[in-house]
T-cell receptor, first 112, second 113 residues
Framework: DAGVIQSPRHEVTEMGQEVTLRCKPI?????LFWYRQTMMRGLELLIY????????DSGMPEDRFSAKMPNASFSTLKIQPSEPRDSAVYFC??????????FGAGSRLTVL | AQSVTQPDIHITVSEGASLELRCNYS??????LFWYVQSPGQGLQLLLK??????LVQGIKGFEAEFKRSQSSFNLRKPSVHWSDAAEYFC???????????FGTGTRLKVLA
């Protein structure tokens, strides 16, 4: 298994631009999570899905953030418009029936 | 309130020395407890987990952790640290009743040659 796959690994963009981060979870995992990691706030849960349905998006910071999961093998996190304070590492994780989260390598976003 | 506390932000040990990283939690339900390790530029990798049963759990890379309910702790240990163990370590708590795992702020381990 290739694990959780995220793209891009690094993204540098200018303030106001749209950013789309992508995630392919592990096949068979029915939960998918998006986290954000910053020095100041640590690891924050943004949103999670169960069987492609968003269950809890209370961690999404603003309406500028949106996430979708059109099918069991793909999810996106979109920021529109992006701001410098959105600079962070964004992690996708999927969860097996054994209650263990498996993380992707992360997408490092820099907004200038 | 549910929380995880890792009191040590940074720890430095010499290679070959023993290691203990502290984790305390506050959680209403019976907790699931985890330790993850993050190397620079990488995602979080599971070291070990505790769900129930034997309170001393073994993980990968020679790590172990002990669940102490009376102290609300789940400390991570390794008898002899290797230079490759330098990384950031995260404790996390969850339960069967929720899928919102709470992560501590992490402990950054430095290993001296």
């Amino acid at each position: 298994d290739a694990g959780v796959i995220q793209s891009p690994r690094h993204e540098v963009t200018e303030m106001g631009q749209e950013v789309t981060l992508r995630c392919k979870p592990i096949s068979g995992h029915d939960y998918l999570f998006w986290y954000r990691q910053t020095m100041m706030r640590g690891l924050e849960l943004l949103i999670y899905f169960n069987n492609n349905v968003p269950i809890d998006d209370s961690g999404m910071p603003e309406d500028r953030f949106s996430a979708k999961m059109p099918n069991a093998s793909f999810s996106t996190l979109k920021i529109q418009p992006s701001e410098p304070r959105d600079s962070a590492v964004y992690f996708c994780a999927s969860r097996s029936g054994a209650n263990v989260l498996t993380f992707g390598a992360g997408s490092r976003l820099t907004v200038l | 309130a549910q929380s995880v506390t890792q009191p040590d932000i940074h720890i430095t040990v010499s290679e070959g020395a023993s290691l203990e990283l502290r984790c305390n939690y506050s959680y209403g339900a019976t907790p699931y407890l985890f330790w993850y390790v993050q190397s620079p530029g990488q995602g979080l990798q599971l070291l070990l987990k505790y769900f129930s049963g034997d309170t001393l759990v073994q993980g990968i890379k020679g790590f172990e952790a002990e669940f102490k309910r009376s102290q609300s702790s789940f400390n991570l240990r390794k008898p002899s640290v290797h230079w490759s163990d330098a990384a950031e370590y995260f404790c996390a708590v969850g339960s069967s009743g929720t899928y919102k795992y709470i992560f501590g702020t992490g402990t950054r381990l430095k290993v001296l040659a």
